[in-house]
């Protein structure tokens, strides 16, 4: 065999907790996958297993894994779009052949990827769901922060929302529902984030369940995150939403992500490059399409207790590009 597929979990403490409206969370979980070429060249992805989308740590080790055969006869991330489904292992298995063929050919990958280089970004920071009091201490914390990323989570969401603009009256913010609105609860959500000077709001309905979004007015503009994972799913947005997250997780790697962006903007979507929680190594593949993006959500490394060596460079909400010892 010419390459060797390995697949590992690794365990990263969160600092405090990160919750949500489907749970709370003290530790990202992810899964690496490594490609070890004949000539000593190695190439690394990193991904967060997500069950909201049914998958776990071990089923997605094992999806990365049983593509080892053809990644030794030389499979190529084109090949992963037809051999694989998006997905997590998708994700970390494509972002490794990235990382080996860029590191094989001396080229960085944003210029294999066709993209230009990457520069630094502000990043939103995110603010996990909690009581209101809870929200605006955290909000009064972060308050120098320039972009606020609300986690919400349904009832007593307006009095959220208020509490963290009362907490960082200068902070830009932007809200994320998780899914959890209701359509009767919809008109007073939005009224409070109108309120409040939100700027975006990302999937307040469930997935599947948003035929709503298409009727009434939306004053803020609607960002799909659950509603989306891959190109094939944008022509269910039409009229529906304003924006998409494009998340390497859910795309299945920064092969697809490069073309859903692309796609997108022509449909006139706005863009957020978001993360899960994971580490440096998830983030840096992500980096690259940050400049394109109307937001950049890639503060995964900022909630954890500790990250990789090397890892990304933060300046405050600034993140800087990876250097090549990180990925890429």
């Not at 409206?21 to 004949?38: L, M």
């Not at 280089?117 to 320039?146: C, F, H, I, N, Q």
């Not at 907490?167 to 009224?191: F, K, M, Q, S, Y």
């Amino acid at each position: 065999m010419t390459r060797i597929l390995e697949a590992a979990i690794e365990r990263f403490p969160i600092a405090g907790a990160f919750t949500i409206a489907r749970g709370s969370r003290t530790e990202a979980v992810v899964v690496v996958a490594t490609v070890r070429q004949a000539d000593g060249s190695i190439g690394r992805g990193e991904c967060v297993p997500y069950a909201r989308y049914g998958e776990t740590v071990e089923s997605v080790c094992e999806h990365i894994l049983e593509q080892g055969d053809a990644v030794a006869d030389g499979a190529t991330r084109a090949d992963l779009l037809t051999l694989m489904t998006p997905g997590a292992a998708r994700n970390a298995l494509d972002c490794a052949l990235f990382d080996l063929e860029a590191k094989r050919l001396g080229r960085p990958a944003w210029e294999i990827a066709g993209l230009e280089a990457p520069r630094a970004a502000v990043t939103a920071y995110t603010l996990s769901l909690g009581d209101p009091d809870g929200m605006e201490a955290a909000a009064r914390k972060a308050a120098a922060r320039p972009l606020l990323k609300v986690k919400l989570g349904g009832a007593g969401d307006p009095e959220r929302i208020a509490a963290v603009r009362r907490g960082a009256p200068e902070a830009r913010l932007i809200v994320d529902a998780n899914e959890a609105w209701r359509p009767e609860t919809l008109e007073a959500n939005l009224a409070a984030c109108v309120a409040a000077g939100v700027e975006l709001i990302e999937q307040p309905l469930p997935a599947g369940e948003d035929d709503l979004l298409a009727t009434i007015a939306r004053p803020i503009p609607i960002c799909a995150d659950e509603s989306l994972h891959d190109r094939a799913g944008l022509d269910a947005l039409a009229r529906r939403y304003d924006a998409i997250n494009i998340k390497l997780d859910k795309a299945g790697g920064l092969t697809e992500a490069v073309m859903l962006a692309r796609e997108a903007r022509a449909r006139g979507f706005s863009l957020m490059i978001g993360c899960m929680v994971g580490t440096s190594l998830a983030m840096a593949p992500a980096m690259l399409l940050a400049s394109q993006a109307d937001y950049v959500d890639l503060d995964g490394p900022l909630l954890l207790a500790r990250d990789r060596d090397p890892a990304l460079v933060f300046a405050g909400s600034t993140v800087h590009p990876p250097t090549p010892d990180l990925w890429g």
